[in-house]
Nanobody, 125 residues
Framework: QVQLVESGGGLVQAGGSLRLSCAASGRTFTRYAMAWFRQAPGKEREFVAGIRWNAASTSYTDSVKDRFTISRDNAKNTVYLQMNSLKPEDTAVYYC??????????????????WGQGTQVTVSS
């Protein structure tokens, strides 16, 4: 089992920044690719960003490229999402998730075995 706890969400004006954190406990953190997903009201959950177990590669959905950065600190069992130049359409509940793969981060939520409870991000215009 892996337990994931997100933090760092909140209310921010358009153009502002937030950094989300996801602390993991339980099984060996380095055995998992990690990702952030989000779900806006009335929409399906979507992949935002993913990172390989050793941070050797990352991937992003097109709408956040050049604005968001995913990173991880394996010594602290924590993955981060730095979000800059936020837009109202970034408003959603953000979830971190763990995928038991040593390969590239995957963008399908079916691949992820463990999920956090989510943290709300609201961007006002």
């Amino acid at each position: 089992q892996v337990q994931l706890v997100e933090s760092g969400g909140g209310l921010v004006q358009a153009g502002g920044s937030l950094r989300l954190s996801c602390a993991a406990s339980g099984r060996t953190f380095t055995r998992y690719a990690m990702a952030w997903f989000r779900q806006a009201p009335g929409k399906e959950r979507e992949f935002v960003a993913g990172i390989r177990w050793n941070a050797a590669s990352t991937s992003y959905t097109d709408s956040v490229k050049d604005r968001f950065t995913i990173s991880r600190d394996n010594a602290k069992n924590t993955v981060y999402l730095q979000m800059n130049s936020l837009k109202p359409e970034d408003t959603a509940v953000y979830y971190c998730a763990a995928d038991p793969t040593l390969g590239q981060p995957r963008n399908s939520e079916r691949e992820y075995d463990y999920w956090g409870q989510g943290t709300q991000v609201t961007v006002s215009s």
